[in-house]
């Protein structure tokens, strides 16, 4: 199993930015996505972007689009989450997590990651 270890949450004002990284022991045959999921306060933990990690393709929640940019720097094992304009609603627990395409894909399914970093809290204040 992949061990992640992320760094970077903090509190900012909304409209600010923050920089999330996410170290991985490895990348396996079962680590061929990379992405970020968050969990507010009552809410159920949703995907946030997500990217093969041949590089070839990211993917990303509408709510984010446009506003956060997710990369990978692979001698280093490590995915970035570069997150700007940042709201309210973007306030949660952010993991990162490690897991498996589906016909070539990834997705934001939580049952196709296995491996998960003990999060970092983002906290975005009106």
């Known amino acids: 199993q992949v061990q992640l270890v992320e760094s970077g949450g903090g509190s900012v004002q909304a409209g600010g930015s923050l920089r999330l990284s996410c170290v991985a022991s490895?990348?396996?045959?079962?680590?061929?996505?990379m992405a970020w999921f968050r969990q507010g306060s009552g809410k159920e933990r949703e995907g946030v972007a997500a990217?093969?990690?041949?590089?070839?393709?990211?993917y990303y929640a509408d709510s984010v689009k446009g506003r956060f940019t997710i990369s990978q720097d692979n001698a280093k094992n490590t995915v970035y989450l570069e997150m700007n304009s940042l709201k309210p609603e973007d306030t949660a627990m952010y993991y990162c997590?490690?897991?498996?395409?589906?016909?070539?894909?990834?997705?934001?399914?939580?049952?196709?990651?296995?491996?998960w970093g003990q999060g970092t809290q983002v906290t975005v204040s009106s």
């Open positions: 990217v093969r990690t041949d590089g070839s393709r990211t």
């Open positions: 490895a990348y396996t045959d079962t680590s061929n996505c």
């Open positions: 997590a490690a897991g498996v395409r589906v016909l070539g894909q990834c997705s934001f399914i939580t049952g196709l990651y296995n491996s």
